[in-house]
């Protein structure tokens, strides 16, 4: 089933990145697609609970959904994610 999440934090290609490396560890998990312009994750999972699996691997890195809060914790994990995943991209 294909699913799309709006996530906060999503800012840049280094985001893309990261965010496509770690959902990417998950089982049941595929075609990734991350979008910076309308800060959309969409992917495809094979049932809910994967879904829901990569809802909370999203906040976990820092980009929780549009309905959570994004607090201070979030925003300071997205920018050590933002930056991994641009170092990642230039190697």
């Known amino acids: 089933m294909r699913t799309s999440i709006i996530v906060q934090?999503?800012?840049?290609g280094g985001c893309a990145t990261?965010?496509?490396?770690?959902?990417?560890e998950l089982n049941n998990v595929s075609d990734i697609n991350v979008?910076?312009?309308d800060s959309t994750v969409s992917?495809?999972?094979q049932n809910p609970e994967d879904a829901?699996?990569?809802k909370n691997k999203l906040r976990n890195i820092g980009y929780p959904s549009i309905e959570e809060?994004?607090?201070v914790l979030s925003k300071a994990k997205s920018y050590v994610?933002?930056?991994?995943?641009k170092l990642s991209s230039n190697e």
């Open 9 to 12: 934090n999503l800012k840049c």
């Open 18 to 24: 990261t965010i496509k490396n770690k959902l990417t």
């Open 35 to 37: 979008n910076t312009t």
């Open 43 to 45: 992917f495809i999972a």
């Open 52 to 54: 829901v699996a990569v």
């Open 69 to 71: 809060d994004n607090g």
């Open 81 to 85: 994610s933002c930056a991994t995943g």
